[in-house]
């Protein structure tokens, strides 16, 4: 028979990953965090930031815009929203302004931007490679996906994640409330 375990006391909520009230080092648990659940409107405000930005990369050709894009994903999958530029825009300013939630389930978003981080560096490696054409069609993608979060409310990369784990490629418990119709809100 197996004791049972018990978890260490939860450092008071005042700690941050990198406060002196949390006791062992840097919680990376906390810096790496990414909300759940996601207000829906936010995300769909940063995927409206990301098409602009990403049509005006893609009518101007400027090639920095493709890492600056890329940038803005990976800072969003690896950390949520606190420090990306546009994520912070949405959630802190904007979104307030519009004064609606709806709560989704955050993995998905997660997920999302890691492919938004995957399709955008791919088409900065390819542009630099001297792909352009290449590098262009990728952004134009992404644009496409944007779009369809920001202006239809449909989140591909969300989809895909739902696929993903109705066969069991992704684990149930990464997301209860994905696969637990009781936990969803209407």
Known sequence: MSKPTTAPPAPPASATAFSPARRGGIS???????????NEYAARITAALVVLLSVATLLTGIGWGLA???????????????????????VKVLTPLLGKTRLVP???KRFAQGIGAAVSTAAALLLAVGLAPAAWIL??????????????????GCAIFGFLQRRGLIPEDVCEACNNISLRRA
């Not at 990376?28 to 996601?38: E, G, Q």
């Not at 890329?70 to 990306?84: D, E, K, M, Q």
């Open 68 to 90: 600056v894009i890329a940038a803005g994903f990976w800072l969003r999958v690896l950390f949520g929203p606190r420090i990306s530029p546009l994520a912070r825009l949405s």
């Open 106 to 108: 955050g993995p998905p």
């Open 28 to 38: 990376w648990r906390t810096v790496f965090a990414f909300p759940n659940p996601v």
């Open 139 to 156: 952004l134009a993608v992404l644009i496409v996906a944007a779009s369809l979060e920001a202006f239809a409310g449909f989140c591909l």
